[in-house]
């Protein structure tokens, strides 16, 4: 059986309070699904959001290897010419192929919310979906609260789909929109459905009632083909079903043939990927790829564990490149050092003292909360380093920043920095906008005249995570900082209690991969 | 139908990562549980835990109105008399009524971890529940791996809780200790053994499938009549069945009287409580009882909302004592500052000036990068300053903080704060293990004798987020605080190019917010 994946991270998650995506965010995150395999990726609402209709403008230069982008938008308003309708002009604007347009399948909210008749309600479905066939789009219909519909009133829910077919429409989608559906009902009208409906059906599910993942394997099981949902859950209120665990569990418990093995190895890596964009943690628990996943403590699950790891372990966590957590130090990891170290050019032989050594700083590192994955820069200084493949541009020994604020006067910042480059000594300081920002202006003060190729490059983005959130604001935290210069970008990382010393870590590291760069190049 | 509750919080949940029960904590839990009419609460394994001796020893003094407490253990060993069995001895020394022992179902344990046979394993299980039958106790027999066991072996699956049959277990409870089963096979196992055997059925479900909530009702419509699981779904690796969600979905979906109304409406305060004695964050998205959980977006839903509430929402919010949140954001308009007004009892009217300078200035603040919809108790503090309806606590004069790194030495922050309270000048200084801990330590010095409440609040969450990333480190950074006392958490926002100032404003709100609220109580 094949089943297809549709992510609308980029729409359904965005609206989980706290996540908010620039159009840069969007684009690396729809490359990052396209290399998972995800078929359709669902970059936002076009005509609700004029973010979304630069992400459009911006993604045509996208080279997707598997994935469709699909623009999102509903049928048109009641009592309009289908080709005067504003949303369904700015979904054909966004010159994707895929369209995706929602409908009302719940009487109450023909009558309550859209104040207009069933019969015209049916009308706008068909019509909506007629129309974008006609211009030669694949249009995929959702049945906006399909479920709630059909516990109230079925043949009209019915209806509605039948509807969207009879307009043409590529696949219908079955949406729990308030996530308030039990799973056997879900299983049961799917089921019903089906005998009725020829087109392929979809499902579409929140995690209000903590049972979306559930639900959308229910509904493949009574033949869904199509499923809906977000990289971690992400969404509104309870969030929207779990890709995630949805691929995992059609993969590993259905032998459904969703994403290629391969990829299911990404999926760990991809959901903090993800997770990193929305500046969102990770849960520990989250299932499959969470921290804690493969967490066994000491003792009889430990001991039965070591005899077999099938005894406390539902499947092998590294079939989606999570790994087993023991309270005994690990082993694994090597094998990606060396594929780093392959990268970038550095000969590392595998059974090297210096590659354990190497292995075991960075785990050192990774424990503390540093996360190469996102910064793929300083992972490359930290091991050119180790290996002293290169001398140092210069050598910080103080800095101090204070942070002002006299009764109602303007917020000063002032740091101080002394550092050696060349054998001379500098010591400068500066103002700036914030702290980090003055750091970063007394170092670009201390090295222009050294290394005048500083100039070309600016930082472009600037991320910040708490990690022991619990720890309040002694919580130690994680700076990534992406810089930019003519031909490249990179990001960087540091991690401290401090969020100033984590950011300085993270510049030090952003202004030294540029030299070493320029450096290499001559 | 009667379905009985068997909390497992202070046993099973205790194995979460992070979470380590103190016993006068699980004396608190244990009564917030019996006050919420949980009908077993599983109160740890005396023969595992010297803690949980001196539990059940403290635990004989509490006079419990709804709840029967249970220990926890396993079958005697393989080859031991039953009465000469530690295990057996330390269950009958904690002298409660309810035992809950659990036993091997799935021949692979019995084979490769117990490293008995088949036989012995059934008169393993057989004699503990009869002996401990003899002795007067109400037994409780966990199937350990049930379902597992079962897809493996049926057969001997079956023999295995047969022989508990006829020991004379009062409960029979299946176990998906590995957490991998899917919610068909939970259906159609349970209704298989349900025709096999007599003894009433329960069930013990973990999350690693991101199942356990839906499998646990599945098993429930299948016949189980008693239903094991933990708070917020605590538990080892990705934590057991939340027993939030399923007495919500259990009462308000099946409509299975498990426990009050009344109680029922408790369930969100009970969440919060939970959490805070396990020193964890409640999850914003947690179903029916997180912060968000009832929160809608501006535009489209907010507006049906307004018309019926269950177009976007499954059930009443109230009745789980949890509260709709409509989220204020750049698109929102005057009705939607009226409904919140009306939310936090303050008159407003729709014509006067009043309310058309207060939505000015919010919009002036959103578009500054407040963010609102993620900050509602900075809302209300806005709101309420903006109409004089309280006196602020204390007034901010001065702070500076010193950030300072010398050679090799470890980084220090010092923060300095003047403020007038009760008009009276306090001038305090104090260390942090970052600038922003150094604030929030100096404010919490310089306020602790006039406002002695704010020692039972503390920070739960710290989010930064910087606005205009291109802006590098010169950037406007957006900081959220999230705190949380023994009943509430809320959020409080600050937005300057400042990343110390931004949190300064957020930490600033957070504890006026905490005062507020404690004054209205009043």
Tied chains: 1, 2.
Aim: some cysteine; hydrophobic content about 40%.
């Amino acid at each position: 059986m094949e089943v297809e994946l549709y992510d609308t991270t980029l729409r359904d998650g965005a609206q989980t309070q706290g996540i908010s995506f620039s159009v840069p965010d969007k684009i690396r995150i729809t490359e990052k699904l396209d290399s998972l395999g995800i078929h359709y990726i669902e970059g936002g609402w076009p005509g609700a959001n004029p973010k979304d209709i630069e992400f459009f403008k911006k993604a045509k230069s996208l080279k997707l290897k598997n994935s469709s982008l699909a623009a999102f938008g509903s049928t048109r308003r009641a009592n309009t010419k289908v080709d005067k309708d504003a949303t369904i002009k700015e979904l054909l604007r966004s010159e994707v192929d895929v369209l995706t347009i929602f409908g009302k399948s719940w009487d109450l909210h023909v009558k309550e919310v859209l104040k207009t008749t069933p019969d015209e309600n049916l009308k706008m479905i068909e019509e909506s979906v007629n129309y974008l066939k006609s211009r030669g789009k694949f249009t995929i219909f959702d049945a906006e609260h399909f479920f709630d519909g059909y516990k109230a009133n079925p043949e009209y829910a019915l209806r509605t789909i039948l509807a969207a077919e009879r307009g043409g429409a590529d696949r219908i989608v079955l949406c729990d929109t308030n996530g308030g559906t039990l799973t056997s009902n879900v299983f049961e009208i799917v089921e019903e459905v089906k005998k009725k409906v020829k087109a392929p059906l979809g499902i579409h599910s929140h995690n209000d009632s903590e049972m979306a993942v559930a639900n959308t394997i229910a509904a493949v099981q009574a033949g869904c083909v199509h499923v809906q949902g977000t990289m971690n859950g992400y969404g509104e209120r309870c969030g929207n079903a779990n890709l995630i665990s949805i691929i995992s569990n059609l993969k590993l418990k259905l032998g459904v043939n969703c994403i290629s093995d391969l990829s299911l190895k990404e999926l760990t890596e991809t959901a903090y990927y993800v997770a990193e964009m929305c500046n969102m943690k990770l849960d520990d628990n989250q299932p499959f790829v969470g921290s804690s996943a493969f967490a066994h403590k000491a003792g009889v699950h430990v001991n039965a564990i070591m005899k077999n790891p099938r005894t406390y372990e539902h499947m092998d966590p590294s079939s989606v490149g999570n790994k087993r957590v023991l309270l005994i130090s690990e082993l694994s990891g090597k094998s990606s050092i060396l594929k780093k170290a392959k990268e970038i050019d550095l000969e590392l032989d595998k059974e090297a003292p210096q590659t354990k050594k190497i292995l075991g700083a960075l785990q050192d590192l990774e424990h503390k909360g540093y996360h190469f994955e996102a910064a793929e820069a300083s992972l490359e200084l930290f091991m050119k380093r180790s290996m002293k493949k290169f001398k140092r541009f210069f050598e910080l020994s103080d800095f101090r920043v204070i942070i002002e604020k006299r009764s109602k006067r303007k917020i000063t910042s002032e740091a101080t920095i002394k550092l050696k480059v060349n054998n001379k000594l500098e010591h400068t300081a500066s103002l700036g906008d914030g702290p980090v920002n003055a750091l970063d202006n007394a170092l670009r003060k201390a090295l222009k005249d050294f290394y005048p190729t500083l100039a070309e490059m600016h930082l472009t983005d600037f991320k910040v995570r708490v990690l022991d959130e619990k720890q309040g604001t002694a919580a130690k935290v994680r700076v990534l900082i992406q810089s930019q210069d003519k031909t490249d970008s990179w990001w960087t990382i540091g991690v401290s209690e401090n969020i100033i010393e984590a950011s300085w870590q993270a510049l030090v590291d952003s202004v030294e991969y540029k030299l070493l760069k320029d450096s290499e190049k001559k």
